[in-house]
């Protein structure tokens, strides 16, 4: 594994830093504040050809691997994680499952303007519906039905915490058709928002991600083609399982990235606030504190860089991005924390950005499976 980066990959990580100080921060405080849907700036990732950023040119991707993929979450992340998790879903959960999995004439239809971020020069998304009011960790669980009528699939039922939920043009859906079957019953349907039976619920007023767009989504009776279906009858289960491996990395750069800002911030912090004579840095308490911080993260990117690394390489990823993404995730967790106690009475104040960030890190270690379910994944690994 080559932990040196590239020309390539090191323009990357600037063009992507770049946006996130000139296009992100400015705004960041009352797009959480008032859960303003960051549309200007996600058109702006649109443009940087960063919404597709791993799909073949063919489609209208950039064609770029996963480590450069991670690098830009990483230092978006740093700086505004809601838009950072827009982009991730539609990279690692929407494009990277219809160009690995759908049909030639989806990958035409579809693939190429949520690779592009837009068609006809307006905002087209793509969004991954697994999660149920009674399906989450527990992805089997599914009862949203699919039914083959003969000429069209009729789709029933509702899905919960949907990232783009709103603002995404087309959805790939989870279903069960056999109940009879289990997981193995299960299918994956690409559905248009605009549909007749699709509805669209009420924004989650959530802790932290607060500008994501974050929707329950109800089907009633829709009408899908049955060239819409991805892969056979009952592939639905893996191609969502095989689809989160890529999504878990997404995630442990996106909590690597939340760690990074929140710590840059306390570093630059420390080096200001005076305490007893002389800057709070020159204090061993706090001293140690940017020493654990700064020792987290780095172990953090090295994991999400080797999940990445295997991924760009043909390997079995799966448990290297569990790792990433558990051990990213709880580092965020904890250095956002510390940085918020680094700023003390400063950080409890949204204008220091840290308690944001410290908000926003939470989410990182339930979606797109929580740690515990992690866990599941690396000790089934390791017991094999």
Not at 126 to 146: I, K, M, N, W, Y
Not at 331 to 352: F, I, L, P, S
Request: charged content about 25%.
């Amino acid at each position: 594994m080559e932990l040196t980066l590239t020309e390539e990959q090191i323009m990357i990580q600037q063009a992507a830093k770049d946006y996130a100080q000139q296009s992100c921060l400015p705004g960041v405080i009352e797009r959480d504040e008032k859960q303003l849907f960051a549309k200007e700036q996600i058109m702006q990732l649109s443009e940087l050809g960063f919404m597709g950023m791993m799909v073949d040119p063919n489609y209208g991707g950039a064609g770029l691997d996963t480590i450069s993929y991670v690098l830009a979450i990483e230092e978006i992340s740093k700086v505004d994680a809601s838009v950072a998790v827009c982009m991730s879903v539609n990279n690692s959960l929407v494009c990277w499952g219809l160009e690995t999995y759908g049909t030639e004439a989806q990958k035409q239809k579809y693939l190429s303007p949520i690779a592009q971020g837009k068609k006809d020069d307006e905002l087209y998304l793509g969004a991954f519906l697994l999660s149920e009011p009674e399906a989450g960790s527990d992805a089997t669980s599914q009862r949203t039905t699919v039914e083959d009528m003969g000429e069209y699939f009729l789709l029933n039922g509702t899905k919960n915490w949907i990232t783009n939920g709103s603002s995404a043009s087309v959805y790939l859906v989870m279903a069960q058709a056999d109940h009879s079957k289990g997981h193995k019953g299960i299918n994956t349907l690409i559905v248009e928002k605009n549909w007749p039976g699709v509805s669209v619920g009420a924004k989650e007023n959530k802790m932290g991600i607060r500008s994501s767009d974050t929707h329950s989504i109800t089907f009633t009776d829709v009408k899908v083609p049955k060239e819409n279906l991805i892969r056979e009858p009952g592939f639905g289960f893996q191609f969502a399982m095989k689809t989160l491996d890529g999504g878990r990395i997404g995630i442990a750069a996106q909590a690597l990235g939340i760690a990074g800002g929140a710590y840059e911030r306390a570093l630059a912090y420390s080096k200001e606030r005076k305490a007893f004579g002389k800057e709070i840095g020159q204090h061993q308490a706090i001293q140690f504190k940017l020493a654990d911080m700064a020792t987290r993260i780095e172990a953090a990117r090295l994991l999400c860089y080797k999940a990445a690394w295997e991924k760009d390489n043909g390997m079995d990823y799966s448990v290297s991005a569990a790792m990433a993404k558990l051990y990213a995730s709880e580092a965020a967790m904890w250095v956002t924390t510390n940085a918020v106690q680094v700023h003390g009475g400063y950080g409890y104040v949204k204008e220091y950005h840290v308690e944001r960030m410290m908000r926003d890190a939470k989410i990182t270690e339930i979606y797109e499976g929580t740690s515990e379910v992690q866990r599941m994944v690396i000790g089934r690994s390791i017991l094999k």
